[in-house]
T-cell receptor, first 115, second 113 residues
Framework: SQTIHQWPATLVQPVGSPLSLECTVE??????LYWYRQAAGRGLQLLFY??????ISSEVPQNLSASRPQDRQFILSSKKLLLSDSGFYLCAWGSGQGRVDTEAFFGQGTRLTVV | GNSVTQMEGPVTLSEEAFLTINCTYTATGYPSLFWYVQYPGEGLQLLLK?????DKGSNKGFEATYRKETTSFHLEKGSVQVSDSAVYFCALSMFQGAQKLVFGQGTRLTINP
């Protein structure tokens, strides 16, 4: 069966420090991978998606970047965190078969607090 | 552009009450529609979906019907339980380079015994 792992679960970082959040998927190959952010009192915003190794699409301009060094690994990074980067970050994967009716599977999320 | 608007929360109900959470969408083309649920401290999980007009998705006593004429996908349950307390997200799915989910802002539901 497929599983998605996301870590760490909680992170407190000072302003200006770097960030690396990692997400890995097991039990599937060539998935579409996604990073979402859920800010307090707001819905989920799609930040990045990837349809293959090294292929990253950014949805919104921001202080973050993403990378996909391996088929089932997706990393969210920042060189210098801002206070506004605080939020709940969710990784997700989808089947990537060109369909729109398939389920997306989400990780447990990382709560990032920038202080 | 594509967007989803959900009924604002929080919503507080007593056990066995009837639940409706409104959801309307704006989309170009023909999206699939989803309800996801987020239990405390967890990621999102699919609750139900509908892929074309007049389809009804159902799961765990929850139902939602894809209404193209009113661009709506309201979530209903006839008798809620304390265990239904969670945040509910309505979402549409479109293909734009990849399958993309556009979420509403979420509705926090609390059920009191």
């Amino acid at each position: 069966s497929q599983t998605i792992h996301q870590w760490p679960a909680t992170l407190v970082q000072p302003v200006g420090s770097p960030l690396s959040l990692e997400c890995t998927v097991e039990g599937t190959s060539n998935p579409n991978l996604y990073w979402y952010r859920q800010a307090a009192g707001r819905g989920l915003q799609l930040l990045f998606y990837s349809v293959g190794i090294g292929q990253i699409s950014s949805e919104v301009p921001q202080n973050l970047s993403a990378s996909r060094p391996q088929d089932r690994q997706f990393i969210l990074s920042s060189k210098k965190l801002l206070l506004s980067d605080s939020g709940f970050y969710l990784c997700a994967w989808g089947s990537g078969q060109g369909r729109v009716d398939t389920e997306a599977f989400f990780g447990q999320g990382t709560r990032l607090t920038v202080v | 552009g594509n967007s989803v608007t959900q009924m604002e929360g929080p919503v507080t109900l007593s056990e066995e009450a009837f639940l409706t959470i409104n959801c309307t969408y704006t989309a170009t083309g023909y999206p699939s529609l989803f309800w996801y649920v987020q239990y405390p401290g967890e990621g999102l999980q699919l609750l139900l979906k509908a892929t074309k007009a007049d389809d009804k998705g159902s799961n765990k006593g929850f139902e939602a019907t894809y209404r193209k004429e009113t661009t709506s996908f309201h979530l209903e349950k006839g008798s809620v339980q304390v265990s239904d307390s969670a945040v509910y997200f309505c979402a549409l799915s479109m293909f734009q380079g990849a399958q993309k989910l556009v979420f509403g802002q979420g509705t926090r539901l609390t059920i009191n015994p």
